[in-house]
């Protein structure tokens, strides 16, 4: 291990990983308000049920942001130790394995709740006998597992900006995301009168447009990048 990374490398890990603290907290945050805008629109627009039926989907998103956390926070601190090392090549071998694995497990996983809604909807509480509410917690429950990878995806790939140094590209998707949101709530709610699905999918549509402020960074060139030309899982 080379002098460099013995006296540098540490610091420079430490460094990252606080500043990958505060970028999580507030991805956190931000998931937090895009759900807490369809409850505010849900309170106004809908009925009692609907509003119930959000209330039992708070641990479905509350999950969502832990499995976030766990991959992005996990592959920072791996991708650090080895860029800090100068090993650019394994740093994004590290890198593309978390992609590829977050995405199959989130695709997966988004695929079962998506066929199994009602059931899932039992489990968080959701009463069949009454009116609607299991119909209505499953409803959104789909809205949001659609977009469950892009969730994913956006929470994963925010501290990893940090490191690439392009930190206002955070700010932006933040925004874009929220005022998606927010626009898309309005949009279901006062024109086309639609149900939980529809808002759901709003959040799903704000995650996407989220994300593609996020891979913009990519097309100039960057340090971090999936390495899919062998088996990365060598």
């Given at each position: 291990?080379?002098?460099e990374?013995?006296?540098?490398?540490?610091?420079l890990?430490?460094q990252?990983?606080?500043?990958?603290?505060?970028?999580?907290?507030?991805a956190e945050?931000?998931?937090?308000?895009a759900?807490?805008?369809?409850?505010?629109?849900?309170?106004?627009f809908?009925?009692?049920?609907?509003?119930?039926?959000?209330?039992?989907?708070?641990p479905?998103?509350?999950?969502?942001?832990m499995?976030?956390g766990?991959?992005?926070?996990?592959?920072?601190?791996?991708?650090?130790?080895y860029?800090?090392r100068?090993?650019?090549?394994?740093?994004?071998?590290?890198?593309?394995?978390?992609?590829v694995?977050?995405?199959?497990?989130?695709?997966?996983?988004?695929?079962?709740?998506?066929?199994?809604?009602?059931?899932f909807?039992?489990?968080?509480?959701?009463?069949k006998?009454?009116?609607?509410?299991?119909?209505?917690?499953a409803e959104?429950i789909?809205?949001?597992v659609i977009?469950?990878?892009?969730?994913?995806?956006?929470?994963?790939?925010?501290?990893?900006m940090n490191?690439d140094?392009d930190?206002k590209?955070?700010?932006?998707?933040?925004?874009v995301?929220?005022?998606?949101?927010?626009?898309?709530?309005?949009?279901?709610?006062?024109l086309?009168h639609?149900?939980?699905?529809?808002?759901?999918?709003?959040?799903t549509?704000?995650?996407?447009?989220?994300l593609i402020?996020?891979l913009?960074?990519?097309?100039?060139?960057?340090s971090i990048?999936?390495?899919?030309?062998?088996?990365?899982?060598?």
């Open positions: 291990m080379s002098e990374y013995r006296t540098g490398g540490d610091p890990i430490h990252l990983f606080k500043q990958t603290l505060i970028v999580m907290i507030i945050l931000s998931t937090s308000i759900t807490m805008l369809d409850g505010i629109i849900i309170a106004h809908f009925d009692k049920y609907a509003v119930a039926a959000y209330g039992l989907t708070s479905y998103t509350n999950m969502i942001k499995v976030g766990f991959f992005a926070t996990g592959t920072q601190v791996v991708y650090s130790q860029a800090a100068g090993d650019s090549k394994k740093a994004n071998e590290i890198f593309s394995v978390s992609t694995i977050m995405v199959i497990l989130s695709v997966a996983f988004a695929a079962i709740i998506f066929i199994f809604a009602e059931p909807a039992l489990i968080l509480g959701a009463s006998d009454a009116v609607h509410l299991q119909h209505h917690t959104y789909r809205g949001l977009g469950l990878p892009l969730n994913l995806l956006v929470m994963f790939l925010m501290p990893l490191i140094g930190k590209r955070i700010a932006y998707s933040i925004n995301m929220l005022v998606v949101n927010l626009a898309g709530d309005l949009v279901v709610a006062l086309f639609g149900g939980l699905f529809g808002l759901a999918l709003a959040t549509v704000s995650f996407l447009c989220s402020v996020l913009l960074h990519f097309r100039k060139g960057s990048h999936l390495n899919l030309k062998k088996n990365i899982f060598e």
